[in-house]
């Protein structure tokens, strides 16, 4: 996964093709000392850290809508979903986190 839209035309090869899908997908964030917690109530993955430290990505689902997640620190996640499904998905998981006393913010 390429993070930020400058340069995309330098990495394209005849073996590699390039394509700029950032308009199709929105971000979730999750934030706080339960954000694994609340992350392993809404996938079916191992969300410990030793199986899923910070820089990984984990491609799964919520919900049967398919996500992207990745770790961006020991204690924050960010969630890349279909911008389709946003408005449904970012109330579960809005509502989830409240229980677990966190922060979530919608990019």
């Not at 930020?4 to 394509?19: D, F, N, R």
């Not at 929105?26 to 996938?43: F, K, M, P, Q, Y």
């Not at 996640?77 to 389709?84: G, H």
């Amino acid at each position: 996964m390429i993070e930020g839209a400058e340069g995309l035309s330098a990495l394209h090869s005849e073996h590699l093709a390039v394509l700029d899908l950032s308009h199709a997908r929105t971000v979730i964030t999750l934030e706080g000392d339960g954000a694994r917690n609340l992350l392993s109530s809404l996938i079916a993955l191992d969300t410990r850290k030793t199986t899923f430290p910070q820089g990984h990505f984990l491609q799964t689902a919520v919900q049967s809508v398919r996500v992207l997640v990745q770790c961006a620190g020991d204690t924050s996640f960010e969630i890349f979903v279909p911008r389709t499904w946003s408005d449904s998905l970012w109330d579960l998981v809005y509502h989830a986190a409240l229980i677990f006393g966190l922060t979530v913010q919608a990019g």
